[in-house]
Structure formats: C-alpha cells, structure tokens
C-alpha cells in the first residue's frame, strides 16, 4: 500500500489468518481484545471468526480440536462519505496508505449487514460519543 498498490485476497488473507490465531490467544487467556482493522470484506471477517475455511490453521495442525475455533467478535463500522473520509485521510502526516488508494478500498468495501454482529456509526460522530456508543453495545 506505501507504494500506491492495493493489497488482495492473496496479501489480506495470511494476515487476517494471523489475527484470527492472535485473538484466539489472548481471548483464551482471559484476555478482552480490541482489534482494530479494515476487515472490508465479509470473507475478511469470516477468517476473524473462524480462521481460514472454518477452522484456525493451528487447530489443524494439534489435530485435537474438532470443532472450528471461533472468537465473538463485535464489528464495529465506521460508516462515512468518500468525501469526509478522503477530506481527513489527506490531513494525515506520515500514514502509509497514501489517499489515492482509498477508492479502491470503497470499492473493496462489504458494509457488514445481517446476520453479522456489528454496529455502524458515523464518523460524523466526535470521538467521545464513538466510544460511549461501542461500550454501551457491549454492556
């Protein structure tokens, strides 16, 4: 992405992977984790659940698990026009995903809907009601 090229499934997925085998860890030992990525498509989120193909690659290599192990997840989206987001995106400094790629990550994106467990906001919001928001949700 810092040299202007959008990542794909073939860059997205053994990261995605990772995380997914990251929040198992922590969420198994007792940890509450907050993540915080661009997870633009369904299938993106999928693999934060389940792992890749349903079942975390370290599940499959123990061999003893058999069942696929899941992380609850809550997404939350953070919903807004190309314009706002492009308008803040460019008073970045020093950010690695330069704004011209943020077309294709509008392209890209798969809003999360049902039966998905999320919450969308706007980010119109200011930063205090964003976060009062996400910790009422997960009361």
Not at 53 to 60: L, N, R, T, V
Not at 81 to 88: D, N, Y
Not at 106 to 128: G, H, M, R, Y
């Amino acid at each position: 992405m810092g040299k202007g090229i959008p990542l794909n499934d073939q860059d997205r997925i053994p990261w995605l992977c990772n995380l997914h085998d990251i929040l198992l860890r922590d969420v198994a030992s007792g940890q509450h984790v907050v993540l915080a990525c661009s997870a633009l498509k369904k299938a993106y989120r999928d693999i934060l659940i389940r792992g890749k193909d349903g079942a975390s690659p370290k599940c499959d290599e123990t061999g003893k698990d058999k069942h696929p192990a899941e992380v609850k997840l809550l997404v939350v989206h953070l919903s807004g026009s190309f314009e706002v987001i492009s308008e803040r995106l460019l008073k970045r400094k020093g950010h690695f995903m330069p704004p011209e790629l943020l077309e294709s990550q509008f392209e890209t994106l798969e809003p999360p809907s049902a039966p998905e467990n999320f919450i969308q906001i706007s980010v119109d919001k200011n930063l205090s009601e964003i976060i009062a928001i996400i910790v009422e949700t997960l009361k």
